[in-house]
Structures are given as C-alpha cells and as structure tokens.
DNA sequence: TGCCGCAATTAGACAGAGTCCAATTCTTAT
DNA sequence: ATAAGAATTGGACTCTGTCTAATTGCGGCA
C-alpha cells in the first residue's frame, strides 16, 4: 500500500471498485484511513476528517465506515474492550495488542501456521481467524 | 471443573485462596460462574445474582468481575464489539466465536500449535495469546 | 438547463456498557 | 461493644454507537 501515492483520486478510484458511489465525505474519510495506513477509531476518524473545518458529520462517519466494512474496503478489529478499531490493511495479518499504550501492530500472516484446529460446529463457515497477541511492558 | 460440587461452600474456598474476602455478595457472583461455567457478561451476571430478590447492585458486579480479572480466578474475551465477557474457565484455551448469535465455545488451547509468531518487540513481554474464530452460518 | 426521484447526509435524541463518587453498611480485630 | 478499614450502593455521569425524521446532493432524463 503506497501511503505516498494515495492521492484523492486514487482513493476515488478505490471506491469504485467496490462499487461505492464517492462522495465528498467517503473520500476525506478512506483518504484519512488510507494515506496514513494506521488502524483507526471512528472517533479518530471523526476528528481527522473534520481537522481543518467541519465537514462531516457523527452519524455520516459511522454509516460510511460500516459501509467501508460490508464492502471489505477495510477490516474491523475488536481487540479494545472499550472501541472498535478500523484497519485499512485487509490483506491476511494478525495483531499485536498493547494494553498499556492501546497501539496496534500488524503481524504478516504468511509467516504465521496455526495447526490442531478443530472441525468447525456443523452447518457453520469461519468467517476469520484473528490472532492478538497481547503485550505490556516487561517488569 | 466439577459443576455439580459448586456449592457456595466450594466457592468461598476458592475465593480465599485467590486472597480475596469472600464477602455474600462475591460468593453469588462466583457461583453464578463457576456453577454454570459459561462465558457471561456483567449484565447476564447483574441478572442471575438478583433472580431470586435484588441483593447486588450494578456497581458491585462490576467491582467484584474486575477484582476477579485482576486475581485471575476469571478471565476476560474479548469479542463481542459491545461487551466483555467473562469466563471462569481459566486453562489456556480458545473461542469460538458466532457472530449471529453471539454464542462463544471454548476450543482447548492443547490441541493447537502456533508457529512462526514473530519477535515480541522490545521491552515487552506477552500477557495473553487469544485466538479468535469467529464463524456464522454456512450459505 | 430544469426536474425528478433516489441516495446520502445530518442534528440531535436515544440506548447500552461501564465508571465514579460520596454516603452507608459490613467485617473483623481488639 | 467499639473502632477502623473494607466493601457496597444509588445514581449521576461518560463514552461508544444507533436511530430517525428532515434536509441536501446528485445522476438521469426531458
Ligand atoms: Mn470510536
Ligand atoms: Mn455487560
Ligand atoms: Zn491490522
Ligand atoms: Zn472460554
């Protein structure tokens, strides 16, 4: 994901591909999660977008970032018991949890092997696996 | 975990030697886990200590799932993006998890092996490995 | 260009989970 | 029995997220 490379246009461009009309405001809000590729609350979303004047309601925030998770555009990660954090990585990677500082860290999938899993309940499809590994300062 | 031998007699025992004062209100909330063992939020626990007259408040059920955390006689899942759950099964294992209907099966942690996990960053040390399936329906 | 109809946005009320506090009630030791 | 510290409590409060009814924006078409 080339961070420098993501111009407003090329964000546009994103959108219709998973066929999402682009607004003004689904445009500022894909382009804050991805020029900066940081996993992201809505509230951080929320503040970002509205950064040099406001522009973008709550409730548009919201409505768009479940849209943004219907179409896959971007992933959910619930690991803070407090909020829901955007990810604008949705290629296979797992978590680092820091529950001191609450930062995010990805982990690559493909280095990673889980093996012993059991069949899943019957009449059901895994719909992810996610892997957090939570930290905290040592001693 | 022997469900049938939970009296408050077994859970007072425990509590104690946990180091916590095993006051009336502590017991019913450490009965109303262990002798069911399923995942329960502070809600569902609220609940089943007031069924049959209300002796607990909000605030105390909350106190009391926090200081059983902190203790580690019970341990916290995080999965459901609207609240924590609480589990009294404390053996290293996994969940589960249906994002219909909420429901969280344990998956036993023995079973499974988990290779390739990269370098913990520097200074830090992990305070739990959680690993998340999270199915639905098939079709 | 000017309308039309639908899609998107919005303010603000609302709901639910969890926290906090100061006042009260227990426990336990003396 | 008393006193001191621990635990409990109601209720106000915060925060995240949802909902709704009203408004605004936008694409297609005459
Ligand atoms: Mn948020
Ligand atoms: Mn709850
Ligand atoms: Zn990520
Ligand atoms: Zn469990």
Redesign the pocket.
């Known amino acids: 994901m080339k961070t420098a490379g993501m111009t407003r246009e090329t964000v546009t461009a994103r959108l219709r591909a998973h066929g999402i009309?682009p607004?003004?405001?689904?445009i500022e809000i894909a382009h804050a999660l991805f020029s900066r590729m940081e996993h992201m609350?809505?509230?951080q979303v929320l503040a970002l977008v509205n950064e040099r004047h406001?522009?973008?309601?709550?409730?548009?925030v919201?409505?768009?970032l479940?849209l943004f998770v219907e179409t896959r555009l971007v992933r959910e990660v619930i690991v803070d018991?407090?909020?829901?954090f955007y990810d604008p990585n949705t290629t296979p990677h797992h978590h680092f949890f820091d529950v001191e500082s609450g930062e995010i860290t990805d982990i690559d999938a493909a280095d990673i092997s889980i093996s012993g899993l059991p069949a899943l309940p019957a009449g059901k499809v895994a719909a992810g696996i996610d892997l957090i590994i939570r930290i905290r300062a040592n001693a």
Request: glycine share 0%.
């Open positions: 009309q607004t003004h405001q689904r609350s809505a509230d406001a522009e973008t309601s709550k409730a548009t919201y409505n768009t479940k018991p407090a909020k829901v």
